[in-house]
């Protein structure tokens, strides 16, 4: 099993920057894509970024050129740097690890940008 925690989410005007973290810990060999995928009220989970254990990383449309994700193997943890935040980032967003064909899930962290 993969426990991921998440952390950095918050409520912010629109223009500012967030930066998610999300830390793996418990079976954490051989994890490979970590990211996130966020989820709107009423909308659909989709994908907002990925990123390969050897550092290839892939967005979706709606957050290219603002978002950037990152990722630490020594600490086990992803990032999410957010600028430019627009009011429809407003989202729950999910980290997600996949290892050996299982996924596993954070519990959600909130993000609110106000306009």
């Known amino acids: 099993q993969v426990q991921l925690v998440e952390s950095g989410g918050g409520l912010v005007q629109a223009g500012g920057s967030l930066r998610l973290s999300c830390a793996a810990s418990?079976?954490?060999?051989?994890?490979?894509?970590m990211g996130w995928y966020r989820q709107a009220p009423g909308k659909q989970r989709e994908l907002v970024a990925f990123i390969t254990g050897g550092g290839w990383t892939n967005y979706g449309d709606s957050v290219k050129g603002r978002f950037t994700i990152s990722r630490d193997n020594g600490k086990n943890t992803v990032y999410l740097q957010m600028n430019s935040l627009k009011p429809e980032d407003t989202a729950v967003y999910y980290c997600?690890?996949?290892?050996?064909?299982?996924?596993?899930w954070g519990q959600g962290t909130q993000v609110t940008v106000s306009s």
């Open positions: 418990g079976s954490i060999s051989s994890i490979g894509n």
């Open positions: 997600f690890a996949r290892r050996i064909n299982s996924d596993y």
